[in-house]
């Protein structure tokens, strides 16, 4: 094989990914700047999370080329195997899969509500897609560390049903979350209609970009089985699902900022691929005390100014120097 299609490639992927991993850093950090009071489970439970295993992921595919062009340095039979870390970075990848898909699948459960068919078939989907994400992480790691065409020749179906399931599941959440989106337009005011018109092309436009990596990442296996090309997307396309989770939850300030009454009243806060509804419902609480003291205010200056008037009318009575009242026009001697 020749070095451009195999340690050229890999090289390129294994870049791209670091540079995503910058990207996902920055995300994080926006999140962490825009919703400090972010519930805890969100915020380290999912966010930060997230960004670990992505640590750890961009640390294995950085070794796997470090394995080729520093380990095995002039070896043209490395080649012929997989590092370990690149078993390693597969079992991560899994994981990312399971956080993003799983995350946008309890949005579609929320906004779509019950029967919950499709969050159904996204959960099945996403539990098989986990079984062979695991298996074949099994077999990178005994088999193809000493010999990737026999792992090509026994598992091989088993990495086709892997990119297989997973182009379908992103399919069906994108593909649901538009449908949701416009049938949810149709019963908005006309105010709310242009955040809606937003997410649903932000939908379009980013599950487009995971839908087309997942079909190419199936074309490449099936044309360029002998490269490192399919290797190379495979290195990249978890930093992609995460940065379109993340991009996700961070739009809420922009949406707020283009109709922030219509983001609170509806409750739509998400964009990109999966737009949707947030964590859980949304509470409103009115703080009646300033109103209160406004009231009891104005009723004081009511009575006055009636008491005011009720003097115009009728003089007071005058207190003279003894202490009595006495009325007007009228002096006791």
């Known amino acids: 094989m020749a070095y451009d299609a195999t340690l050229g490639a890999l090289e390129i992927g294994v870049l791209v990914a670091g540079v995503l991993f910058g990207v996902i850093t920055a995300q994080v950090y926006i999140h962490h700047k825009s919703f400090p009071r972010e519930s805890l489970w969100i915020k380290h439970g999912l966010v930060d999370f997230m960004w670990i295993i992505e640590l750890g992921h961009t640390i294995c595919v950085f070794h796997a080329i470090y394995f080729y062009t520093v380990t095995r340095f002039g070896d043209a039979d490395a080649l012929a195997v997989l590092p370990a870390s690149i078993g390693a970075a597969v079992v991560l990848h899994g994981i990312v899969l399971l956080i993003v898909q799983g995350f946008f699948t309890y949005r579609i459960a929320l906004f779509s509500g019950k029967p919950y068919i499709v969050p159904v078939l996204s959960g099945i989907l996403i539990f098989c897609q986990m079984l062979a994400v695991y298996v074949l992480s099994a077999q990178l790691i005994t088999v193809a560390t000493k010999s990737l065409r026999e792992f090509m020749d026994k598992w091989e179906w088993l990495m086709f049903t892997v990119l297989i ?3 379908i599941a992103d399919v069906l959440i994108s593909g649901s979350l538009v449908y949701h989106l416009v049938r949810c337009r149709h019963g908005t005011f006309k105010s709310t209609v242009a955040v809606v018109d937003k997410l649903i092309l932000w939908s379009i436009e980013t599950g487009i970009v995971t839908s087309m990596l997942g ?119």
Do not use: C
């Not at 090309?229 to 809420?252: C, D, E, G, Q, T």
């Open 165 to 167: 399931l997973r182009a």
């Open 215 to 333: 079909f190419l990442s199936i074309i490449l296996y099936l044309t360029l089985k002998t490269t490192y090309a399919w290797l190379a997307l495979l290195m990249f396309i978890p930093k992609v699902f995460s940065n379109a989770m993340l991009a996700n939850m961070n739009s809420r300030v922009e949406l707020q900022n283009m109709s922030r009454s219509v983001v609170d009243s509806t409750g739509v806060f998400t964009t990109g691929a999966f737009a949707a509804v947030p964590f859980g419902p949304v509470s409103v609480s009115a703080d009646t005390s300033e109103i209160r003291s406004d009231v009891e205010d104005s009723s004081n200056e009511i009575y006055w100014a009636s008491t005011m008037e009720q003097g115009a009318d009728h003089k007071l009575p005058e207190l003279t120097a003894s202490g009595e009242s006495s009325e007007s026009g009228t002096v006791d001697k």
